[in-house]
């Protein structure tokens, strides 16, 4: 009987335990580089994705001056990874906050392989306003 009880006593302890790393199902930003390695971009909004569990905005990157920034002779399109859907209902993004058409600002962390592609942290909306991503 003391074997049982000392078998259930430590099953409790287990369960109960804190753990020493917390667990999560996100998916991984290690493509992308630290904190220390944002930038600012800015472009013309192509596409729209409002998706779980990753929405995306797709730009064609501008200069200061408005005109595209071109690589080996192309429009040099960036994707723009963002929240979830209610990831980004929670920070006041609604359906039309961004429209395909508009010229944009992002703050994020690029990849770190060099492609175009940002884990976007900030979007500037054409009227100056900063959403969170």
Known sequence: MQKLLAIVI????VLVAPTSAPV???HSQARYTGAEGA?????????????????????DEIDKDGKPVLKDGKKRTWALEMQ??????????VDNTVKVGEIIGAI???ARNG????YCEVVILPDGRQMRS
């Not at 430590?10 to 302890?13: K, N």
């Not at 192509?46 to 998706?51: L, P, S």
């Open 24 to 26: 999560s199902a996100h």
């Open 115 to 118: 492609a175009p592609a940002l």
């Open 108 to 110: 994020g962390r690029p």
């Open 10 to 13: 430590v099953g409790i302890g």
């Open 39 to 59: 930038i600012q971009i800015r472009g013309i909004v192509v596409t729209v994705e409002m998706t779980n569990p990753h929405s995306f905005l797709y730009i």
């Open 84 to 93: 979830s859907v209610r990831g980004l209902a929670m920070n006041g993004w």
